[in-house]
């Protein structure tokens, strides 16, 4: 695949684009000022845009003079027309998995990475995966479970004793299972 960077002004959105763009803009022109364009935008042999409507608007916002972009000449206007529709529909089948998304999440702040909003996450949403109270309120107090540890670890199993908590637990986590022992 052949990229080449072209003048933004040379390249023409597509008039009948269905997929509104404009509540992403931001966070993706934020994302690109962050970590550079790391995706071309796709346009056809006329330099209309096939996929990087987002893309497109993110750079004119960044004020950027040239993009790089990916000329699929070799796409029919029925192909592209197609392939338009395709690639904004197809991402929308993707689902997160929420436990992963937090300890990758977890991971940048105990990197220390800077904001991470970069992520395209916003500040709500970043406290949920990562578990935290909501801003403002007070943790738990010292030596006391958190009060929402039902939450966060979705099943609890009490043992009758030692022995039963260190069996469970070692079978849990033989299975892949991230577990927490909590000893009230």
Request: proline share 4%; hydrophobic share 35%; glycine share 6%.
């Amino acid at each position: 695949m052949e990229i080449k960077e072209l003048p933004l002004k040379d390249i023409l959105p597509y008039a009948r684009n269905p997929r509104k763009n404009q509540h992403a803009t931001e966070k993706v022109a934020a994302s690109i000022k962050e970590f550079g364009f790391r995706q071309p935008i796709v346009v056809d042999s006329e330099m209309v845009i096939v996929a990087g409507h987002t893309r497109f608007y993110a750079a004119k916002k960044l004020k950027l003079k040239t993009v790089p972009v990916h000329i699929a000449s070799d796409l029919s206007p029925v192909k592209a027309k197609a392939y338009r529709i395709a690639d904004n529909r197809t991402h929308e089948e993707a689902q997160w998995d929420e436990e992963l998304l937090g300890l990758e999440l977890g991971e940048l702040k105990e990197m220390d990475f800077a904001d991470l909003g970069l992520t395209g996450f916003d500040a709500a949403e970043i406290e949920q995966y990562l578990h935290l109270e909501p801003s403002g309120e007070d943790d738990a107090a010292e030596g006391e479970p958190e009060s929402n540890y039902k939450e966060q670890y979705g099943v609890i199993v009490v043992c009758e004793n030692e022995d039963q908590q260190e069996e469970i637990y070692a079978k849990l986590t033989e299975q892949g299972y991230n577990c927490k022992v909590v000893v009230t």
